[in-house]
């Protein structure tokens, strides 16, 4: 969260598709289109025609629709991402499966850095059942946005809901050490990166987190320690990459 690229953004892995699976069709159907009134590149016009066709949700398996969006965000293809996420929550009658749309959602605009539109994504997430099985991923991933919003009062407030909804969450516990460690509160943040440690999540960024909070309580030498672990986990990374 300083210098790191934004990866912190949490999205579902979905169902995934059966093999051999029926094919998903991502071609729209036949439209009768008069070219005088319609931009035949404009992008936004098979989205437009679709909603005036009102689609039946019966037609529409939103599962694999989800599933869609995950691939358009493995390929880094996150603005067809976003728009496919919208339309899951918008056909599906599953309040689950739309929580989990509306915080892909929020990921897929975090990290087009649309920092606004991924906090109202996140919080439509978290406006039905809260502590749900997407509250603890929701509540986490608009902490770090509304934090790239400047709002950092705020984020602290969620990245403490988060790890009241799930104490096992990891990436909740790191996110709260970030940011008590933004507020001055050094040992609080140690804890939270502690846990967050012990959970699995022991990691380059964890680490180098720890190791400043060790610095501003003045243990010099145990953040010495770190930072030497933390170099040589990127160096053994990098290593990894080259071979």
Do not use: C
């Amino acid at each position: 969260m300083t210098d790191r690229e934004p990866d912190d953004h949490e999205f579902s892995e979905g169902q995934g598709f059966d093999d051999p699976y029926d094919g998903f069709d991502l071609e729209p159907p036949e439209f009768e289109v008069d070219p005088d009134k319609v931009d035949p590149v404009d992008s936004r016009v098979v989205t437009d025609m679709l909603d005036r066709r009102q689609v039946p949700a019966d037609d529409i398996d939103a599962e694999q629709l989800l599933d869609v969006g995950l691939e358009y965000m493995h390929i880094n293809r996150h603005e067809q991402a976003a728009e496919t996420f919208q339309r899951v929550a918008q056909y599906t009658d599953d309040d689950r499966l739309e929580q989990e749309a509306w915080t892909n959602k929020g990921a897929a605009h975090a990290e087009l850095e649309e920092w606004d539109a991924a906090i109202g994504a996140y919080q439509e997430a978290l406006d039905g059942d809260e502590e749900s099985d997407h509250a603890a991923t929701a509540e986490t991933n608009l902490a770090y946005a509304l934090w790239e919003s400047g709002r950092s009062e705020q984020a602290l407030e969620h990245a403490e809901r988060a790890v009241e909804i799930d104490p096992r969450f990891e990436q909740a516990w790191y996110n709260r050490g970030f940011f008590l460690l933004e507020r001055g509160l050094a040992e609080d943040a140690v804890e939270a990166f502690d846990n967050a440690i012990r959970l699995g999540f022991r990691n380059a960024d964890v680490l180098e987190e720890k190791a400043r909070a060790l610095e501003e309580m003045g243990e010099h030498d145990r953040a010495e320690e770190l930072a030497e672990e933390v170099e040589e986990m990127r160096e053994d990374a990098e290593q990894q990459l080259l071979e």
